[in-house]
């Protein structure tokens, strides 16, 4: 690990690996619906972070497994704040879907 490793954020494309990996988790795109609509990657909810409380009604249980993500990585980082606030126990900051190389859809 480099000494500067610690200013980057989260790998994106290992965080959807994870979510791939976790039976029953839940992909959150905390970003606009304008956004989402932009581009977004397979198998995510669009929660925008102004209408996270809407989650309650996508995710059942407070211990359900979480991974957020948004453009640049500060929005989910804030979203993660907030669900974890609420309650949720399981929830990772993915970073931003703007360094991730794999597939997205319209």
């Excluded at 970003?31 to 932009?38: A, G, K, L």
């Excluded at 198998?43 to 995710?59: C, F, I, M, Y």
């Excluded at 991974?67 to 399981?90: D, E, H, I, K, P």
């Amino acid at each position: 690990m480099g000494f500067f490793d610690f200013l980057k954020g989260p790998d994106i494309s290992q965080g959807v690996k994870d979510y791939q990996a976790t039976p029953g988790a839940v992909l959150l795109d905390v970003r606009t619906p304008e956004e989402y609509r932009e581009g977004h990657i397979p198998g995510s909810k669009n929660v925008p972070l102004q209408s996270l409380d809407k989650v309650t009604g996508l995710v059942n249980h407070q211990d359900t497994p979480m991974f957020a993500y948004c453009y640049s990585g500060a929005r989910s980082a804030q979203a993660v704040s907030a669900l974890q606030r609420m309650g949720y126990t399981n929830v990772k900051n993915i970073g931003g879907i703007a360094a991730y190389a794999g597939k997205v859809e319209h």
